[in-house]
């Protein structure tokens, strides 16, 4: 190790100088990095453990000792060594961060979560803060993992706030990703707000109030949702207290918390009497959240037989109408062979499957899928549910296998508890093949339709308190809850084909349709994201119009965001807007289309959209739209018809460095080039175009050359052959670069 200078910042990262720091103890952590370095862990553990025997308060010995501890691959005895030194200096900068770092390692994410809550806190002043910054961004991504999305927005959200100016590029990067995944509930990533102070408070409660809601505004949850907490048994603080409790523990990541605060402001009388559309809103979050079985569960059960003659079950299986065969890894040999594979795995229907569809076809006509069957080398699984139809699928598959298992009553083993209420919307059916994709898709939402209508007003449900929605509907009382209901089941069932009659529904429930928003008035950032799909776009302004589109792009709200972009395509003048953005609009009509394999529908998005674009901008945008029509075939079509097109663009913008740059930017996005490190680290990513090459040289144009060969051209009217330049000299991504002026850098990173 290099002799650190007395007067820097000392390696440990406490921040103080190293003289006065942890320089008396730089022979021992000297000798340990050597010895850890040269693979002799456990020598550098002694090494390090007397020098703790000698200087106890030295933080640069407790880190290596948690560092040859990782090396030794004991990740607990590492995070009780980073323990002790807080213990001994909790302001510790660098033992927060390792310590923040080993929980995330080894998953304890609410530790994590907590370790950064406590030293955030801690920080003195703005400035003390702003060393967060990257910790806040590395919780970000990890929490998303675990399920707790809302959390892992807020940590971005405040990692962005507390970053230097000049130090967000990733951040900018990540934060619009987490809120525009479509995956996501509106209801969990929507921006909620603390509730203020309410009327009534006493001086100091309202004092308190006040300072709880500026620690929540600075970051600091754990200590807001404290502050909130002490104040919710005040009465007239209560019901806002614990809304706030609440959202706190939501952004903590504390998900079974934020329910009991949330349920409880909730199950207020005040509220409950004439419940508000932000106590539906919270009251679908918590819905959304609530992920307990209930008291009378189904149980997911996998029953097992020994196999007497396998290959005679694989062959009854295949023929059975009752089985469909699932894809499964192509044999080599069936392959070497010319024979098809033969899957292993099969879905077990209640019936038997459709050959072909018929006049009249019904939902109540599909084939249900009531388990999957797995065969192993001895032993086959039924994997099943016990929701009152075990028995039939039991005998639907012995009935099926016959001789090739013993006559016994299968091994059972109960594999999990599954809400009675996932059941409804939870139902896969198997239509005919020959079926056209818009009837598919018309009669498996009709079934779903059929669900919502008859078996969930059945359904004995968490969140009304055991009872079904009948039951409910005739005791009174569950207004809230089932208002909130009503809004998931619309949100999840929006673009189905056959739509339940919700009219209807609400009727025979007793369940009032949701206030209308003033169109005229409305402030569309106000709005609970969950509510944009109320809105009617053609009955808003154009600056209202643009606000929803704007806001349903950054959350990832496709539904809503189609049906402004639509609207948007008839009133010409809001396109002829001075830097109104016609591409993105278009654009994302196109890709619906093209998500959907419309080609068609898709490449006629894109035409429109270029037809459009305003003349002075069509010369700058025309890469763009290029690559649009580009990225739509590689969606829909096969590699023959799309790689020559890609050939001709990038050589009809080979001297354009800015049209050059969209260009490999939409190919990284395609996966076509792959960003990796580069070895001279000063010239951070290079271009891995081995994928694309191959691609053109598979199919790209060819032309033959004079002397009989046939190579790829580069352009319709330029000529590659084996022996000659790509292009006469034009660039393609993994070819080497045509030769620079010396004063200009190497392009290895689009917009660099």
């Known amino acids: 190790m290099a002799a650190v200078d007395a007067y820097s910042p000392c390696p440990c990262g406490s921040g103080q100088k190293f003289k006065w720091c942890c320089h008396k103890a730089e022979s021992y952590v000297d000798r340990a990095e050597r010895l850890d370095r040269n693979g002799q862990h456990e020598a550098a553990l002694a090494v390090v453990n007397d020098g703790l025997t000698k200087y106890p308060d030295v933080p640069w010995l407790h880190i290596r000792k948690a560092v040859s501890m990782l090396a030794l691959e004991k990740p607990q005895e590492a995070k009780a060594a980073i323990g002790e030194l807080l213990r001994q200096h909790p302001d510790h900068l660098g033992a927060i961060v390792l310590n923040f770092r080993l929980m995330l390692e080894t998953g304890d994410v609410a530790g994590a979560v907590a370790q950064f809550q406590n030293a955030f806190a801690r920080a003195a002043d703005a400035a003390g803060r702003t060393r967060f910054a990257s910790l806040a961004a590395m919780l970000g991504t990890v929490l998303p993992k675990v399920g707790l999305a809302a959390s892992a927005i807020k940590h971005l959200e405040l990692a962005k ?104 402001s909730l199950a207020d009388p005040r509220v409950k009497a004439k419940p508000t559309t932000d106590a539906v809103d919270l009251e679908a979050l918590c819905q959304t959240l609530d992920d307990r079985p209930g008291d009378d569960p189904v149980e997911e059960v996998e029953l097992s037989w020994p196999i007497r003659d396998r290959a005679g079950l694989l062959t009854r299986l295949a023929a059975d109408k009752r089985c469909v065969e699932t894809a499964g890894d192509e044999d080599d040999e069936e392959a070497a062979a010319g024979r098809p594979a033969r899957s292993e795995t099969f879905l077990l229907l209640d019936r038997p499957k459709l050959d072909a569809a018929k006049p009249g076809l019904k939902p109540a006509d599909l084939p249900l899928v009531v388990g999957q069957i797995a065969l192993g080398p001895d032993a086959v699984t039924l994997r099943t549910r016990d929701d009152g139809r075990l028995n039939e699928a039991i005998d639907g598959f012995t009935s099926v296998a016959d001789k090739t298992i013993p006559p016994a009553q299968p091994r059972t083993k109960v594999i999990g508890a599954i809400p009675r209420a996932d059941l409804v919307l939870d139902v896969v059916c198997f239509p005919p093949s020959d079926l056209p994709p818009a009837d598919r898709e018309k009669l498996t939402t009709a079934l779903l339709s059929d669900q919502i209508n008859n078996l969930w007003p059945e359904t004995p449900l968490v969140y009304l308190d055991g009872k079904t929605p009948n039951a409910a509907a005739k005791a009174g009382g569950y207004e809230l809850p089932l208002r909130a209901a009503f809004l998931l089941f619309e949100e999840s069932g929006r673009q189905w084909e056959a739509q339940p009659d919700w009219s209807a529904l609400r009727t025979r429930l007793k369940v009032p349709v949701e206030p209308p928003i003033d169109h005229a008035s409305v402030v569309i950032a106000d709005v609970q994201l969950g509510r944009l799909a109320l809105l009617d776009p053609k009955r808003l302004d154009d600056d209202r119009l643009v606000s929803l589109y704007e806001r349903a792009q950054t959350w990832g709200l496709p539904d809503v965001l189609l049906k402004a972009a639509r609207e948007i395509t008839t009133r010409r003048k809001l396109l002829e807007r001075d830097r109104f953005p016609v591409f993105s609009v278009y654009t994302d009509l196109a890709m619906a289309e093209a ?14 959209g270029r037809g459009v674009d305003p003349q002075a901008r069509r010369s700058v945008a025309a890469a763009s739209w290029d690559m649009l029509e580009l990225q739509i075939q590689m969606m829909t079509d096969e590699p023959e018809t799309w790689v020559p097109e890609l050939v001709v663009v990038m050589n009809r913008y080979e001297r354009d460095q800015d049209a050059t740059r969209l260009v490999l930017s939409r190919l990284v996005q395609a996966g076509l080039i792959r960003l990796t490190q580069s070895e001279n680290e000063s010239e951070g990513m290079v271009a891995d175009s081995s994928l694309l090459q191959h691609l053109i040289a598979r199919y790209g144009p060819r032309v033959q050359t004079a002397t009989g060969e046939v190579g790829v051209s580069a352009t319709r009217g330029g000529i590659w052959t084996p022996e000659a330049p790509v292009g006469g000299g034009v660039w393609t991504p993994g070819s080497s670069p045509k030769p620079a002026p010396a004063d200009k850098p190497r392009i290895i990173l689009p917009g660099q």
């Open 161 to 264: 706030s507390l970053a230097a100016p000049d130090d967000t590029m990733w951040i900018d990067s990540a934060l619009p990703r987490a809120r525009a995944n479509p995956a996501l509930s509106a209801w969990i990533k929507n921006p909620y707000k603390l509730s203020r102070a309410p009327e009534g408070l006493g001086d100091e409660a309202r004092r308190q109030f006040e300072q709880a809601i500026g620690w929540a505004d600075l970051g600091q949850w754990a200590h807001a949702a404290s502050a909130f907490e002490l104040l919710s048994a005040d009465r007239a603080a209560a019901v806002e207290a614990d809304r706030n409790l609440g959202l706190c523990r939501l952004w903590l990541g504390d998900h079974p918390g934020a329910l009991e605060a949330l349920r409880r």
């Open 595 to 608: 998500g959907e394999r419309r080609r068609d529908a898709a490449l006629e998005w894109a035409r429109k």
